[in-house]
């Protein structure tokens, strides 16, 4: 199984700063015959399901405000809020889809300082 | 618009069968593969598996394998995921959860939700 961890485990960030999680993945999620890393973000608020953001580790689902953006290529992969607001306010998730099973990040808690 | 609804909350004793609905609507249910995740109170999410509701093939987690079945039924647009041989450490909310890609192929990640079902395992 792959083991995604993310850090850190929670985050406080003031509104209208940047927010930064990060995510690492066992082995390499970059699949080399499309180029493409099988890596993805949610974000789940208290009580909800969780909410797709980012796909192929940079492309936001439709609808995601584009304060939200993904980076990061093989291993390494970054969720970035560049202006939080009160609202960004979840638990974060990475996903990698690689291969099964589908196997989850332990979640970053964000919340506002 | 795209809908996922889930059966209700369940307590089952350990040793136990439970079984959850998930009733799709605003789609073309035959179209989209369905996954099923669950999450412990206050963990994180694990993939359970996967069906195909057109054609009835399945996949899933090593884990889950022996203890784990699901099906679908076409005439009522509905997903079911039943789980045996329960153990307190099964206690959680269960989620159907729709692929992103509609065909063939999953893309194997989720773009809509049911609300969840809670499965509470206790003697």
């Known amino acids: 199984d792959i083991v995604m961890t993310q850090s850190p485990d929670s985050l406080a960030v003031s509104l209208g700063e940047r927010a930064t999680i990060n995510c690492k993945s066992g082995?390499?999620?970059?699949?080399?015959?499309?180029?493409?890393?099988?890596l993805a973000w949610y974000q789940q608020k208290v009580g909800q399901p969780p909410k797709l953001l980012i796909y192929w580790a940079s492309t936001r689902e439709s609808g995601v405000p584009d304060r939200f953006s993904g980076s990061g290529s093989g291993t390494d992969f970054t969720l970035t809020i560049s202006s939080l607001q009160a609202e960004d306010v979840a638990v974060y998730y990475c996903?990698?889809?690689?291969?099964?099973?589908?196997?989850f990040g332990q979640g970053t808690k964000l919340e506002i300082k | 618009q795209v809908q996922l609804v889930q059966s209700g909350a369940e307590v089952k004793k350990p040793g136990a069968s439970v079984k959850v609905s998930c009733k799709a609507s605003?789609?073309?249910?035959?179209?989209?593969?369905m996954h099923w995740v669950r999450q412990a109170p206050g963990q994180g999410l694990e993939w359970m598996g996967i069906i195909n509701p057109s054609g009835r093939s399945t996949s899933y987690a090593q884990k889950f394998q022996g203890r784990v079945t699901m099906t679908r039924d076409t005439s009522t647009n509905t997903v079911y995921m039943e789980l045996s041989s329960l153990r307190s450490e099964d206690t959680a909310v269960y989620y159907c959860?729709?692929?992103?890609?509609?065909?063939?192929?999953?893309?194997?990640?989720?773009?809509?939700w049911g609300q969840g079902t809670l499965v509470t395992v206790s003697s």
């Open positions: 959860a729709r692929d992103t890609t509609s065909g063939a192929v999953a893309g194997n990640l989720f773009d809509y």
């Open positions: 996903q990698q889809y690689y291969s099964t099973p589908y196997t």
């Open positions: 605003g789609y073309s249910f035959t179209s989209y593969y």
């Open positions: 082995q390499s999620v970059l699949y080399s015959s499309n180029n493409k890393n099988y």
